[in-house]
């Protein structure tokens, strides 16, 4: 029987990275998504290389809905900046593998539930 680590190191580095992702409540693999930014994004401050981070740091990805009927596309990602400062980020996508970041500013306590 052939074992997951036996397949190659780059195989097994992408298998324990898909499984940390889902481990920490994130819905979406992003090792193939591109991320596109809105002027938006930047607006509170953080940089491109900051929203990136937290998106590697995701400890929440989900639907965003605001109250407002499901058919909404809006998703809301919490991660942590470069200094580990908590960021709200909202994004939605553009295609099966491209996402628009349109806001991000440090996390508000009101999303801290979703994270504990």
Not at 10 to 29: D, G, K, P, V, W
Not at 57 to 64: E, I, L, P, S, V
Not at 96 to 106: A, L, Q, R, S
Request: overall charge negative; hydrophobic content about 45%; proline content about 3%.
């Amino acid at each position: 029987m052939k074992r997951l680590w036996d397949t190659g190191e780059a195989e097994f580095l992408i298998f324990q990275h898909a499984l940390a992702l889902l481990s920490s409540s994130c819905y979406i693999l992003f090792m193939d998504i591109v991320i596109e930014f809105n002027e938006a994004a930047f607006r509170h401050g953080f940089t491109e290389a900051d929203i990136r981070w937290a998106f590697d740091t995701a400890k929440y990805d989900g639907w965003f809905n605001e109250g407002k009927p499901p058919h909404n596309d809006k998703y809301l990602l919490i991660g942590f900046d470069r200094k580990g400062n908590p960021l709200e980020i909202l994004y939605n996508f553009i295609d099966d593998k491209t996402i628009n970041v349109f806001h991000v500013m440090k996390c508000r306590s009101i999303y801290f539930h979703l994270i504990k």
